[in-house]
């Protein structure tokens, strides 16, 4: 289960910043911050797992050189009280620090699981769209289904593709790439 808390920090000195995730040990949970509130992940299954590598496979393999791909964790950051860890993201090359993303990617991408999965589609979503990330992924392992939303000329999402199962989903942002939801679930499938 996905919680949300609206966790003052100790001192009542307002909103919980990215420094405060800093002293949150790792116990395998994601820690993300939406304006100052903590939202605590379990750790994802295994078919959660095996769909975000191989995308993360087959986007790598398609990657031009100004691109980067990363898989989660790894922070996305926007001022001091937003950190994302999408399930993997692609950012430009040159944007990149060692510790994190300290600009919106151009792709983040989202596999939904039990506890996550209306977090994803409604709160991640709208943050995504209101920092810029011009592409949004969302991955259903069950069907396995792959739905894109881009960013129009007002800034907006719109859905722009969908493809289940074997039917195939030919990518052109941030680069070209050819997506098949159930070629993800390699041997699960």
Not at 83 to 99: I, N, S
Not at 111 to 131: C, G, Q, W
């Amino acid at each position: 289960m996905t919680v949300m808390a609206d966790i003052e920090h100790p001192t009542d000195s307002g909103p919980l910043t990215v420094r405060d995730l800093e002293g949150i040990p790792y116990d395998g949970r994601r820690y993300e911050l939406i304006d100052g509130v903590l939202i605590v992940s379990p750790a994802p299954g295994r078919r959660h797992q095996k769909i975000a590598y191989r995308l993360y496979g087959v986007l790598e393999a398609s990657c031009p050189p100004e691109f980067e791909v990363v898989g989660a964790p790894f922070a996305v950051h926007h001022g001091d009280e937003i950190e994302l860890q999408p399930d993997v993201l692609v950012g430009r090359d040159e944007d990149f620090t060692e510790k994190d993303l300290p600009v919106p990617p151009v792709l983040a991408v989202e596999v939904l699981s039990p506890s996550t999965a209306i977090h994803d589609l409604n709160t991640k979503k709208a943050v995504y769209e209101r920092l810029g990330v011009a592409a949004y992924w969302v991955i259903d392992p069950v069907e396995p289904a792959l739905t894109v939303f881009e960013l129009d000329e007002d800034g907006h999402y719109h859905q722009v593709g969908k493809a289940a199962g074997d039917e195939p989903f030919e990518a052109e942002r941030p680069f070209p790439v050819r997506i098949v939801p159930k070629d993800l679930l390699g041997r699960l499938g």
